[in-house]
């Protein structure tokens, strides 16, 4: 007579614990992927204006710098903000593995192992650079991230981009 009753509630237990295993790898899961500052791929650029006189019209062109270019004095006054091309998104495909939150200075942080996986865009593809950002990443794509929790979820404090083939830093 107990026995149906033992036996339901050890079932009801499995089926609640299995549903709940995947809670907080979920949670990081979201909170990677919605993190809008370090999960796009992008490359910045700064440009510069020459004024030159062609006859009676002014003539602007705007020029991108080439490697190692440094301005002269008066081109760094022309110079206008810095600019961001993206390429792609980086995406959460699985979480390796992560500490067990833990508090420090009043907040409650986690280690988090994961691979992604990029997924560039038209841009990337029309520039043909899409190949050589797939490579320079090398594979595989893993990345080790510091999260701590607020009151409303996870949030990213930093994501260190690990490359297996190089130990070169890759731009966020």
């Not at 594979?139 to 981009?161: C, H, M, S, Y």
Request: aromatic share 8%; proline share 5%; with cysteine.
């Amino acid at each position: 007579m107990c026995k149906p009753l033992i036996v339901a509630i050890l079932t009801s237990s499995i089926l609640i614990l299995s549903a709940c295993s995947g809670g907080i790898e979920s949670d990081l899961e979201t909170a990677l992927n919605n993190d809008t500052e370090r999960m796009p791929i992008c490359g910045t650029f700064q440009t510069y204006r020459k004024v030159a006189i062609n006859g009676l019209d002014k003539v602007v062109m705007k020029t991108y710098p080439i490697k190692g270019w440094r301005p002269t004095d008066s081109e760094r006054k022309e110079m206008k903000p810095r600019g961001r091309l993206c390429f792609g998104k980086r995406s959460v495909d699985k979480i390796v593995e992560f500490t067990t939150p833990s508090d420090f200075g009043g907040k409650k942080f986690t280690e988090v192992v994961f691979s992604y996986k990029m997924e560039l865009n038209d841009l990337a593809r029309n520039l043909r650079i899409d190949e050589f950002i797939q490579n320079a990443y090398g594979k595989p794509l893993q990345a080790k991230a510091v999260l701590f929790e607020t009151n409303n979820g996870w949030r990213v404090d930093k994501i260190i981009w690990a490359s297996s083939q190089k130990k070169t830093r890759h731009p966020p």
